[in-house]
């Protein structure tokens, strides 16, 4: 489990804080990790953070295994082990390796002179006010967790994302600081290359839907006629057609445009209505059609295919166009691509670092503020 997870834990802490009425002061130091104090806010964000990766980890245990029981509260999850440890072990072990994780960003970034300009500030205060005023705050404030432990949070995600970029973005021109195992930019060309795919694509459904809002195929006729159509535009396009101009024929309006500078205007030097598709996409259907399309013999970047059929449910005419060789788009992806590089290296440099600092914990708030002491089910009703 990834960063992804993070976002969920910060809401599901709103459910844990509900049922941790206030016998302990606000902010008490549950961990010390080197120099650094783990408040009690902070710890509960990490371990509901643990929680989430326990629940998405049995989730894919369950569904892969037929003769497993799918749990149906929160507390059936404490039933199950995962990662070759009981849940309550794994998320324990997990909270404590994400506290040590905080301490470790909070060493590099300032051993590294690292700064959050005024924009990151404001941005992490507007976003942490937003969500506080949304629900979170209701939530948080009778339970001890403020605004400003809140926005803390927001604030280490920053600091990490800059210790990362420290370590494997260029050089910083102005300051001279990082760089210090830059990825070099034909890694970052040859992962677009292959992982990436650049595309207009106008899809023709081979489904309708009725009245009641249920759906069915198209019928045969249908379909070939929709093929041929789709074929005609194809071979519009390959004898110098626009494809804009064929895309508005086809469906009464222009083209999105997806690449777009807001003050100078497109710069990219293939079509702004081109659409990016990727491996790592949640849904990697159309990606991996049009993969396979590129990877074909014979195929050609900037030539019209129709692609697509009953298996996708429509057909594609579409247009590919070789992203790697325009600088907007590697320099739009150029971040992501650093991270499906580099996330797990980072991972283990901090764990590394981390192993050097000492380490300290009140046995008495553990215990106070484990998970399994908490009933998620009625807290969740409550929020509701």
Known sequence: MKRSTRLIALLLIAVMALTLAGCHKKNETVMTVGDTAIPSGLYLAFQLEAYSELIGGVNEQVAETSDASQPQNY???????????????????????????????????????????????????TYAEYYWEQNIGAMYEPNGVSLATYTELMSYQYKKSKVFDYYYDKKDETTGKGGLQTVADSEIIAKLASDYVLADMMPGSLT????????????????????????????????????????????????????????????????????VFSAGDSDATIYNMLKTQRDSDGF??????????????????????????????????????LHELKDDEFDKLLADEGAKLTYSASKGLLKYYKPTNIDFDAATAAAQ
């Open 75 to 125: 507390a059936d999850y404490f039933n199950f082990e995962y990662e070759g440890k009981k849940a309550e072990t794994f998320v324990a072990d997990r909270t404590k390796a994400l506290a040590i994780e905080y301490a470790v960003v909070q060493d590099l970034f300032a051993k590294y002179e690292l700064e959050l300009t005024k924009e990151d500030s404001d941005y992490i205060d």
């Open 208 to 275: 309708t839907t009725g009245a009641d809002g249920s759906t069915s195929s198209i019928t045969a006729d249908a379909k070939t006629q929709l093929k041929a159509k789709f074929d005609a535009y194809a071979d519009k396009l390959n004898k110098g057609g626009n494809y804009s101009e064929i895309y508005k024929e086809y469906t009464g309006s222009a083209p999105q445009n997806t690449a777009v500078n807001t003050e100078e205007g497109p710069n990219t030097i293939y079509s702004a209505t081109a659409n």
């Open 300 to 337: 050609a970047y900037g030539k019209a295919y129709v692609l697509g059929g009953d298996t996708q449910g429509a057909y594609y005419l579409t247009m590919m166009y070789e992203i790697a060789k325009d600088a907007y788009y590697v320099d739009q992806y150029r971040s992501a691509i």
